[in-house]
């Protein structure tokens, strides 16, 4: 299995513009999760999925802020509009079973918002 | 709040000695607690995983975990310069927040030569 898929790697916005996060979680994993990191507050998880379906979103900063899961393959993190306090690392995560399992997470996508 | 409050670094030890990175959790509902390291630059990687009081060992890792005192730990013995890095502690949340992990703040671990 090829892990957690995200993308882009890297994306560099200007404040006010839309940015989307893409996630693949592993193959047969029932929960997925979107986190935020940051030097000052750490992991933060910002809402999860249970097949398909959001459980959590408490952790979404304001309305700013959206995520959809269409399939158990995709994932996306939407901000619109963005603002340079939302610079962080996002990693998106994904497991099975739920409690008791440790999370596999992608590679991350650093995002700079000038 | 849930919180996952772990020992603040950072934390340097020399090569070959052991490291001990704490970390203490305030839901008593709890039941699965991991570590997980993260290089520089790099995602957090699951290293060790308990569930029951007492000491799990995998090769130089041992966690050690104590429910009465909310309290976890993990020993990394004849520590190697490869081993610098920040180590997380996590939490299941319990109760009906089923799957949800929370995090500490980390501590940084340096192994110098």
């Known amino acids: 299995d090829a892990g957690v898929i995200q993308s882009p790697r890297h994306e560099v916005t200007e404040m006010g513009q839309e940015v989307t996060l893409r996630c693949k979680p592993i193959s047969g994993h029932d929960y997925l999760f979107w986190y935020r990191q940051t030097m000052m507050r750490g992991l933060e998880l910002l809402i999860y999925?249970?097949?398909?379906?959001?459980?959590?979103d408490s952790g979404m900063p304001e309305d700013r802020f959206s995520a959809k899961m269409p399939n158990a393959s995709f994932s996306t993190l939407k901000i619109q509009p963005s603002e340079p306090r939302d610079s962080a690392v996002y990693f998106c995560?994904?497991?099975?079973?739920?409690?008791?399992?440790?999370?596999?997470f992608g590679s991350g996508t650093r995002l700079t918002v000038v | 709040q849930k919180e996952v409050e772990q020992n603040s670094g950072p934390l340097s030890v020399p090569e070959g000695a052991i490291a001990s990175l704490n970390c203490t959790y305030s839901d008593r509902g709890s039941q699965s607690f991991f570590w997980y390291r993260q290089y520089s630059g790099k995602s957090p990687e699951l290293i060790m995983s308990i569930y029951s009081n007492g000491d799990k060992e995998d090769g130089r890792f041992t966690a050690q975990l104590n429910k009465a005192s909310q309290y976890v730990s993990l020993l990394i013995r004849d520590s190697q310069p490869s081993d610098s890095a920040t180590y997380l502690c996590a939490v299941d949340q319990g109760g009906t927040s089923y799957g949800k992990l929370t995090f500490g703040q980390g501590t940084i671990l340096t192994v110098h030569p």
């Open positions: 995560a994904s497991s099975f079973g739920g409690q008791g399992y440790g999370y596999t």
């Open positions: 999925f249970n097949n398909n379906v959001p459980i959590d």
